[in-house]
Nanobody
Framework: QVQLVESGGGLVQPGGSLRLSCAAS????????MGWYRQAPGKQRELVAA???????NYADSVKGRFTISRDNAKNTVYLQMNSLKPEDTAVYYC????????????????WGQGTQVTVSS
């Protein structure tokens, strides 16, 4: 079935940068939106950034001006460039694909990646 594979997480110092990637694979005809959510211990999962197939973007206020989301529709891949990282950015980051239509006509379905740890610490 459809799978989301994430990469790019890790440990970085405050003020540093990371670039997350997420590739959706499988029998996919189209994906309406792809995005990134994050969840820190004891907190609710929150939307970090999302982008539609048409290029419309949405960012959490806490990351505006620091993070940039982009997407390659042909590759069903979404990226999150994270600059000026802060300790409060520490969380598990989850890739999301919303409104997935499969080649067999099935859908729309939503899919989640397994998550990748981002730790910002000195």
């Amino acid at each position: 079935q459809v799978q989301l594979v994430e990469s790019g997480g890790g440990l970085v110092q405050p003020g540093g940068s990371l670039r997350l990637s997420c590739a959706a694979s499988g029998s996919i005809f189209s994906i309406y939106a792809m995005g990134w959510y994050r969840q820190a211990p004891g907190k609710q999962r929150e939307l970090v950034a999302a982008i539609t197939s048409g290029g419309s973007t949405n960012y959490a206020d806490s990351v505006k001006g620091r993070f940039t989301i982009s997407r390659d529709n042909a590759k069903n891949t979404v990226y999150l460039q994270m600059n000026s990282l802060k300790p409060e950015d520490t969380a598990v980051y989850y890739c999301n694909a919303e409104g997935v239509i499969r080649y067999d006509g099935g859908g729309p379905y939503d899919y989640w990646g397994q998550g990748t740890q981002v730790t910002v610490s000195s």
